[in-house]
């Protein structure tokens, strides 16, 4: 009966996983897995995916089998739901033959609720013998957007995951991602063979994430800045795009007093995993990264991620900032933007030995990036509506918040694009600048541009300005830069209206960057709960607590307790166990676990 299987969901999620209600779809989807059907989910980043496979599993006869590329987290994933009391284990090639033998035998042995397996795993012979002759609750298919050939997360063993369907065709299936647009989305369906699945499409919003993309001058000091006045003493993450600045980047920072750590591509793997697990299990690290980092990465707590270079599309922004504020508290995304990330991205395009197709979908994905830097209307809106959703200015952003001016540029870009014609269309941003802001330099005089009648014509505004005024221009392809010739400027056929006077341009008025400042409110319902001196100070004994018992139990803090979670048992003080179970996040098996040392803990006896 449908209902009654609604009923025992909502009394697992309550009592193993102590949560009080379902988020958004999960009831559904939980329900229809539960009940033997297909399903495609898409859901952000801190939607709430994992209960909508954890809890069917637990609901139907036999083993829920769950395939993800992420082999670095398994092991956490498992310690987590120890914790819960739901009995997990993992097949994947950081085991030995001994641990993997211990596995087979507990799913055989019918012991297991959930196996999490790698997909290269899953496919050996010697596994799908064994998955044969054991029943099977259903298979997740975890991170499903790895089945896209056009995405940099592409797992080729994915493509042959259409295997479960054909030899397990009465297992019901989930696919699983948080990657938003349509053709991965089509991707999936077809070729995990999911077209009679039902598919849920969640609001990709994450209200809680606060938007902003600042002028990038000085970028290490505004990095800095921003770090110590919104969130010294938080972990998050720092992206670049190359491996070089992720060095440098994080050593900049340590020197600086921020507790940072480099991860990349190009370190020795055993490094790289040291550095992921520290991320994860201590508190407050800053992570410098290339975007190798990140996929599947679940700590709860990432307070803020920021982008040093610009993403080349916002499918990728869009991930990479996801990342932060899984817990559903207030976090940053903030990114800092200028002139040579574009012509840097463009360049890369360019040079690229990509066929033509290819490099036209990448531009056309650069520009999109380009108009959310650029747009002065809300980012959220702006970056909902590249995925299909409609939406209203949400107030949480930068342009929200201090919403920019436009101007009426066509008089500026006339000088900036005679300066480049006038100059024969040989020259890069420096010189034409200095032409234009009649610059007293050799190279200017040797040219004889300072004889030029647009020399000195841009005397009036101050350089920077001057960059945002070229950046605009290249985005909004007004200017073009040949990157054949040493990265000269061009003009290309729509400048000419332009310089005609036929066509106006607005642009945004450049805003000299600030020094950052604590934003004195967050928008309304994400404000943390504010704590009393006395409850701040339970609050901190309890983060100890958990940092002592993390280490025993050698997992991660958030495995024990989220912040949260904390946050609310300080606020509400419970003394006896009944009071504790009212918690969100606290379920049965806690309780037991650590309830009594948590009142213990509470009432001042520990
Ligand atoms: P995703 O995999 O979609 O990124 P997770 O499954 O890791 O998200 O969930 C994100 C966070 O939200 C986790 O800490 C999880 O425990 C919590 N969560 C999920 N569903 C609920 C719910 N119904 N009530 C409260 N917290 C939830
Ligand atoms: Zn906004």
Same mark, same amino acid.
């Given at each position: 009966m449908p209902g009654d299987l609604r009923a025992r969901a909502l009394h697992v999620l309550q009592s193993v996983f102590g949560y009080p209600a379902f988020r958004g779809e999960q009831a559904d989807i939980i329900a229809l897995i539960a009940g033997g059907g297909d399903a495609l989910v898409l859901m952000p980043t801190g939607g709430g995916k994992s209960l909508c496979y954890q809890i069917p599993s637990l609901l139907r006869e036999g083993c829920g089998v769950v395939i993800s590329p992420l082999i670095a987290l398994m092991q956490d994933q498992v310690d987590a739901l120890a914790e819960l009391?739901?009995?997990?284990?993992?097949?994947?090639?950081t085991q030995s033959f001994d641990e993997m033998l211990a596995v087979e035998r507990a799913l055989r042995r019918g012991e297991l609720d959930l196996l999490y397996v790698a997909p290269e795993r899953l496919l050996t012979p010697r596994c799908l013998e064994m998955l044969d002759g054991v029943p099977i609750a259903l298979f997740a298919i975890d991170e499903a957007h790895c089945v896209s050939q056009w995405g940099h997360d592409f797992r080729p063993e994915y493509i042959r995951l259409s295997v479960l369907h054909e030899r397990y065709p009465q297992v019901p299936r989930i +696919?699983?991602? !948080?990657?938003?647009d349509f053709q991965t989305r089509d991707e999936i369906v077809h070729r995990l063979q999911l077209d009679g699945a039902r598919q849920f499409i969640s609001s990709f919003d994450r209200p809680n994430?606060?938007?902003q993309i600042v002028e990038k001058e000085n970028v290490r000091r505004q990095l800095l800045d921003f770090i110590r006045n919104e969130h010294r003493g938080d972990a998050g993450i720092v992206y670049c795009l190359s491996r070089k600045k992720v060095e440098e980047t994080a050593a900049f920072l340590?020197?600086?007093?921020?507790?940072a750590l480099a991860y990349h591509a190009g370190m020795d793997s055993g490094t790289r995993s040291a550095h992921q697990a520290r991320f994860l299990r201590e508190d407050g690290i800053v992570m410098? +990264?290339?975007? !190798?980092f990140g996929m599947g990465i679940d700590k709860p707590d990432v307070r803020f991620v920021a982008h040093l270079d610009l993403p080349k599309s916002i499918e990728g922004y869009y991930q990479e900032t996801g990342r932060a504020g899984r817990d559903g508290l207030p976090a940053d995304a903030w990114m800092a933007y200028g002139l040579q990330d574009v012509v840097q991205q463009r360049r890369m395009i360019e040079e690229s030995d990509a066929d033509i197709t290819f490099k036209r979908m990448q531009s056309a994905r650069l520009d999109a990036m380009l108009g959310l830097c650029e747009t002065i209307g809300c980012r959220r809106v702006h970056l909902l509506d590249y995925f299909g959703q409609a939406s209203t200015a949400c107030g949480n952003c930068d342009t929200c918040l201090a919403p920019p001016q436009s101007f009426d540029a066509t008089e500026e870009v006339q000088k900036l694009l005679s300066t480049i014609y006038r100059t024969g269309q040989r020259f890069g941003a420096v010189h034409v600048l200095e032409v234009l802001r009649g610059s007293d330099s050799d190279k200017v005089r040797q040219w004889g541009h300072d004889k030029l009648s647009t020399y000195g014509i841009g005397s009036d505004k101050p350089e920077p300005e001057w960059r945002a005024i070229l950046r605009q221009a290249i985005a909004l392809g007004l200017v073009e830069i040949d990157h054949d010739n040493y990265g000269s400027l061009r003009l290309p056929e729509g400048a000419r209206a332009v310089l005609r006077g036929e066509r106006r341009v607005a642009m945004r008025h450049y805003q000299k960057p600030q020094k950052q400042r604590r934003p004195a409110a967050r928008a309304s319902g994400f404000a943390e709960i504010e704590l009393s001196a006395p409850q701040q100070a339970l609050f901190e004994k309890l983060?100890?607590?958990r940092v002592e018992t993390a280490r025993s139990h050698n997992v991660p803090a958030y495995v024990i307790f989220h912040d949260a979670t904390l946050r609310e048992i300080a606020r509400a003080m419970p003394v006896t166990i009944d009071e504790l179970r009212q918690v969100s996040g606290v379920g049965e098996k806690k309780l037991e676990t650590y309830g009594e040392q948590l009142i213990a803990l509470v009432s001042g006896e520990a």
């Open positions: 009391g739901v009995r997990a284990a993992f097949l994947n090639s +696919a699983l991602t !948080a990657t938003a994430i606060r938007y340590n020197e600086s007093g921020i507790a410098v +990264a290339t975007i !190798a983060r100890w607590w």
